[in-house]
């Protein structure tokens, strides 16, 4: 089982989380988040993969942060549709082209670009009482994961669970992400989830472990990661 921590803020903050060894680091590019990053992402183990949570963002941005922070993952948070998911790809995979080429042509590896592997990307879908899965049949081909969060006032980062029991009905293999106010104290009922049929590959905590909005508190998280 992966383990995301997202909402990350403060740089000495996120190396000591990124000791900890999660799988992913999430970092959220929204104005209008409690947890909005800006700054420098220190230098983080290959292990784990730097995750860009974007809202509705314009693509130009998109792709100019996945260059400049070297992201791993692109986390779509919003409502983003499937012909904005299709031209992301064509944008991604055009840039990775280009600097694989120029890698070649220069015979060294460019910083400002991760050419290596595919960038990820996780489709968001908020959750109340009910979900209509029929919405995600389009989406299947063209994520590599889902992330199901409890549907509220904010983007993301309210600290409420949904029912999982909801997610009894989802019909797919593909591979989703686990979110929405999960804390330590929930993790009985996470290892009862996760030990279902469902193909959960990921939880994604974030404000259950806060001291204050993007600071993390680090022994509950190891905790948290131990138990896991």
């Known amino acids: 089982m992966k383990l995301k921590v997202c909402g990350m803020k403060f740089i000495e ?10 799988d992913y680091l999430g970092f959220i ?3 209008k988040s409690k947890r909005n990053f800006e700054g420098i992402i220190p230098e983080l183990p290959r292990s784990i993969k730097k995750t860009g949570v974007f809202v509705n ?9 996945v260059e400049e922070y070297q992201l791993d993952a692109i986390q779509l948070h919003g409502d983003e549709s499937l012909e904005y998911i299709k031209e992301l790809q064509i944008q991604l995979a055009q840039r990775r082209a280009l600097f694989i080429e120029e890698n070649k042509q220069q015979k060294k590896k460019n910083k400002h670009f991760i050419a290596d592997e595919k960038v990820e990307i996780i489709k968001v879908f908020g959750i109340k009482e009910t979900f209509d899965f029929e919405l995600l049949p389009p989406f299947l081909d063209h994520v590599d994961y ?10 993301g ?26 804390g330590l104290k929930d993790i009985e009922a996470v290892q009862k989830i996760i030990n279902s049929d469902l193909p959960i590959y990921a939880l994604d905590v974030n404000s259950k472990f806060e001291i204050e909005p993007g600071l993390k508190n680090v022994n509950e998280v190891k905790n948290f990661k131990n138990k896991l």
């Not at 963002?57 to 942060?65: C, D, F, H, K, N």
């Not at 889902?146 to 983007?155: A, I, Q, S, V, Y």
């Not at 591979?175 to 999960?182: D, M, T, W």
């Open 13 to 22: 903050n996120v190396q000591q989380v990124a000791d900890l060894q999660p």
């Open 146 to 155: 889902f992330l199901f969060d409890t549907k509220g006032k904010e983007r």
């Open 57 to 65: 963002e314009y693509l130009e941005i998109v792709i100019s942060l």
């Open 29 to 31: 590019f929204y104005e």
């Open 157 to 182: 980062g309210n600290g409420v669970q949904f029912d999982w029991q909801v997610l009894k009905e989802y019909p797919f293999e593909k591979p989703f992400f686990l979110s929405g106010g999960i």
